[in-house]
Protein backbone atom coordinates (compact mmCIF):
# COMPACT_ATOMS: atom_id res chain seq x y z
CA UNK A 1 0.00 0.00 0.00
CA UNK A 2 1.38 3.23 -0.97
CA UNK A 3 1.76 6.18 1.56
CA UNK A 4 1.45 8.87 -1.28
CA UNK A 5 -2.20 10.55 -0.27
CA UNK A 6 -4.18 11.89 -0.61
CA UNK A 7 -6.07 9.43 -3.52
CA UNK A 8 -9.26 10.94 -5.33
CA UNK A 9 -12.25 8.83 -6.45
CA UNK A 10 -15.80 9.32 -7.39
CA UNK A 11 -19.05 7.81 -9.62
CA UNK A 12 -19.00 6.74 -12.73
CA UNK A 13 -20.80 9.64 -14.19
CA UNK A 14 -17.92 12.09 -11.98
CA UNK A 15 -21.20 13.88 -10.55
CA UNK A 16 -19.82 13.04 -6.99
CA UNK A 17 -16.13 13.09 -6.44
CA UNK A 18 -14.05 12.56 -3.28
CA UNK A 19 -10.67 12.62 -1.64
CA UNK A 20 -9.24 10.27 0.95
CA UNK A 21 -6.51 12.20 2.45
CA UNK A 22 -4.91 9.05 4.37
CA UNK A 23 -4.39 5.98 4.02
CA UNK A 24 -7.00 3.71 5.25
CA UNK A 25 -6.98 1.78 8.60
CA UNK A 26 -7.03 -1.71 6.50
CA UNK A 27 -8.95 -2.87 3.50
CA UNK A 28 -11.70 -5.90 3.36
CA UNK A 29 -12.44 -8.03 0.52
CA UNK A 30 -15.93 -9.31 1.63
CA UNK A 31 -16.95 -12.39 0.32
CA UNK A 32 -20.29 -12.92 2.34
CA UNK A 33 -23.26 -13.41 0.33
CA UNK A 34 -25.18 -10.12 1.03
CA UNK A 35 -21.87 -8.52 -0.19
CA UNK A 36 -22.31 -10.47 -3.48
CA UNK A 37 -25.89 -9.12 -3.77
CA UNK A 38 -25.17 -5.85 -3.19
CA UNK A 39 -22.64 -5.38 -5.55
CA UNK A 40 -23.62 -7.77 -8.43
CA UNK A 41 -20.23 -9.79 -7.89
CA UNK A 42 -18.35 -11.91 -6.20
CA UNK A 43 -16.68 -9.54 -3.62
CA UNK A 44 -16.95 -6.23 -2.41
CA UNK A 45 -13.14 -4.39 -1.74
CA UNK A 46 -13.99 -2.21 0.91
CA UNK A 47 -10.97 0.61 2.47
CA UNK A 48 -11.84 1.22 5.55
CA UNK A 49 -11.24 4.60 6.57
CA UNK A 50 -12.11 7.60 9.63
CA UNK A 51 -14.91 9.22 8.48
CA UNK A 52 -13.41 12.62 8.65
CA UNK A 53 -10.34 11.62 6.24
CA UNK A 54 -13.05 11.46 3.56
CA UNK A 55 -14.05 14.70 2.09
CA UNK A 56 -16.35 15.36 -0.73
CA UNK A 57 -15.36 17.70 -3.57
CA UNK A 58 -17.73 17.88 -5.95
CA UNK A 59 -21.74 16.94 -6.26
CA UNK A 60 -24.22 15.44 -3.20
CA UNK A 61 -24.02 12.02 -2.67
CA UNK A 62 -27.04 10.19 -0.79
CA UNK A 63 -27.79 7.77 1.46
CA UNK A 64 -29.61 4.75 1.31
CA UNK A 65 -30.70 2.72 4.39
CA UNK A 66 -30.37 -1.05 3.10
CA UNK A 67 -30.80 -4.15 5.33
CA UNK A 68 -27.72 -6.41 6.70
CA UNK A 69 -27.30 -9.74 8.07
CA UNK A 70 -27.13 -8.61 11.07
CA UNK A 71 -30.02 -6.95 10.75
CA UNK A 72 -28.99 -3.86 12.04
CA UNK A 73 -28.85 -2.85 8.48
CA UNK A 74 -26.25 -0.64 6.69
CA UNK A 75 -25.83 3.02 5.07
CA UNK A 76 -25.03 2.75 1.67
CA UNK A 77 -23.83 6.56 0.16
CA UNK A 78 -24.28 6.70 -3.73
CA UNK A 79 -24.34 8.99 -6.30
CA UNK A 80 -27.89 10.38 -6.86
CA UNK A 81 -27.23 10.47 -10.82
CA UNK A 82 -26.00 6.70 -11.76
CA UNK A 83 -26.21 5.06 -8.04
CA UNK A 84 -23.10 4.10 -7.90
CA UNK A 85 -21.93 2.93 -4.47
CA UNK A 86 -19.01 4.97 -3.04
CA UNK A 87 -18.72 4.54 0.78
CA UNK A 88 -21.14 2.27 3.18
CA UNK A 89 -21.60 3.06 7.51
CA UNK A 90 -22.15 -0.09 8.68
CA UNK A 91 -24.32 -0.44 11.93
CA UNK A 92 -21.28 -1.51 14.30
CA UNK A 93 -18.79 1.41 13.56
CA UNK A 94 -22.01 3.90 12.43
CA UNK A 95 -21.11 7.38 10.72
CA UNK A 96 -17.49 7.20 12.79
CA UNK A 97 -15.86 5.17 9.62
CA UNK A 98 -16.81 4.98 6.22
CA UNK A 99 -16.18 1.82 4.16
CA UNK A 100 -14.72 3.28 1.11
CA UNK A 101 -15.59 0.95 -2.35
CA UNK A 102 -11.78 0.82 -3.69
CA UNK A 103 -13.12 0.57 -6.93
CA UNK A 104 -14.00 4.02 -7.23
CA UNK A 105 -10.89 5.47 -7.07
CA UNK A 106 -9.39 7.04 -9.73
CA UNK A 107 -6.43 3.99 -8.77
CA UNK A 108 -7.73 1.63 -7.21
CA UNK A 109 -4.48 -0.77 -8.00
CA UNK A 110 -3.31 1.42 -5.08
CA UNK A 111 -5.11 -0.94 -2.67
CA UNK A 112 -5.43 -4.52 -2.50
CA UNK A 113 -6.75 -6.00 -0.09
CA UNK A 114 -5.29 -6.88 3.82
CA UNK A 115 -7.42 -9.47 4.78
CA UNK A 116 -10.04 -11.69 2.63
CA UNK A 117 -13.21 -12.23 4.76
CA UNK A 118 -15.99 -14.51 4.92
CA UNK A 119 -14.50 -16.83 2.70
CA UNK A 120 -16.49 -19.74 4.03
CA UNK A 121 -19.70 -18.17 1.35
CA UNK A 122 -16.61 -17.12 -1.55
CA UNK A 123 -17.48 -18.30 -5.20
CA UNK A 124 -15.54 -21.89 -5.49
CA UNK A 125 -14.10 -20.26 -8.61
CA UNK A 126 -12.33 -17.15 -6.97
CA UNK A 127 -8.54 -18.06 -5.85
CA UNK A 128 -7.31 -16.51 -3.17
CA UNK A 129 -4.06 -15.48 -3.19
CA UNK A 130 -0.80 -16.96 -1.13
CA UNK A 131 0.34 -14.73 1.99
CA UNK A 132 -2.74 -12.27 2.90
CA UNK A 133 -5.05 -13.59 5.79
CA UNK A 134 -8.23 -15.62 4.95
CA UNK A 135 -10.87 -15.72 7.59
CA UNK A 136 -14.17 -18.07 7.12
CA UNK A 137 -15.98 -15.26 8.89
CA UNK A 138 -15.05 -11.88 10.37
CA UNK A 139 -11.56 -11.49 12.21
CA UNK A 140 -9.84 -9.82 15.07
CA UNK A 141 -8.46 -6.82 14.46
CA UNK A 142 -6.17 -6.61 17.08
CA UNK A 143 -4.78 -9.77 15.62
CA UNK A 144 -4.61 -8.11 12.05
CA UNK A 145 -4.56 -4.47 12.00
CA UNK A 146 -1.13 -2.67 11.99
CA UNK A 147 -0.60 -0.97 15.26
CA UNK A 148 -0.94 2.57 13.98
CA UNK A 149 -4.17 1.73 12.59
CA UNK A 150 -5.60 0.29 15.59
CA UNK A 151 -4.16 3.91 17.30
CA UNK A 152 -6.11 5.78 14.66
CA UNK A 153 -9.27 3.67 15.40
CA UNK A 154 -9.21 3.81 18.87
CA UNK A 155 -8.56 7.62 18.71
CA UNK A 156 -11.38 8.43 16.64
CA UNK A 157 -13.73 6.41 19.19
CA UNK A 158 -11.99 8.20 21.71
CA UNK A 159 -12.40 11.85 20.25
CA UNK A 160 -16.21 10.63 19.09
CA UNK A 161 -16.80 9.63 23.04
CA UNK A 162 -16.12 13.02 24.12
CA UNK A 163 -17.94 15.12 21.64
CA UNK A 164 -20.71 12.69 22.43
CA UNK A 165 -20.38 13.41 26.22
CA UNK A 166 -20.06 17.47 25.83
CA UNK A 167 -23.23 17.44 23.38
Request: proline letters at 8%.
Amino acid sequence: MSDDYPVDGGCTCRNVRYRMTTRPLFVHCCHCRWCQRETGSAFVLNALIESDRVVVLQGNPVTVDTPSNSGRGQRIVRCPDCQVALWSHYAGAGDLFKFVRVGTLDDPDRLPPDIHIFTLSKQPWVILPAGTPAMPEYYDSKRYWPAESLVRRDAARAAAAERSRRD
